[in-house]
């Protein structure tokens, strides 16, 4: 539904606001002075070519991020911030989420107030249509794959097609 919406598919939503070009399905949302500022701020990265954007996306108010990120086909939600060189694709990513640099999130949804640790020494790879619930902590150099985790959890080491819930 998210692709589908970025894409255009439902005719009685038209635009999110804050669309940075015509030709490209790019929005970027910022009404305040500090949230345009940050929005400013993001659009000179992708127009300088230090973050790398392809499809449809959705960025959120007052997001940091930093050179060398890839986001494609995705919605990255208010006050995120993604560290240097992480790739974002075909996910959501809600309110407040901590992205480490070199993380890689493909097909997967991460909860708001979650925290992604991640560095170029540890990779943190979350992939497969993996859930991560709200507060949770991933340390770097997990590896989830088609993994569900739910609220206010540590989580560390390499898991696929689980469940961790809280004991």
Known sequence: AMKKLLHGGF????????RISEKQKIWIQGES???????????????????EIEGAVLIGRHCQIDDGVKIA???????TKIGKGAV???SAVLDRVIIGEKAEIRDSIIGRHATVNSSSRKPTRITAVS??????VIEEGCSLTATKIYPHQRIRGEFENQILMTT
Do not use: P, W
């Open 33 to 51: 002075s500090d949230a345009e500022q940050k929005r400013k701020e993001i659009i000179q990265k992708i127009r300088k070519g230090l973050i």
């Open 11 to 18: 005719s009685m939503l038209t635009d999110f606001g804050g």
């Open 88 to 90: 974002i694709e075909n």
């Open 131 to 136: 859930v991560i619930a709200d507060d949770v």
């Open 73 to 79: 086909n995705s919605c990255i939600d208010n006050y």
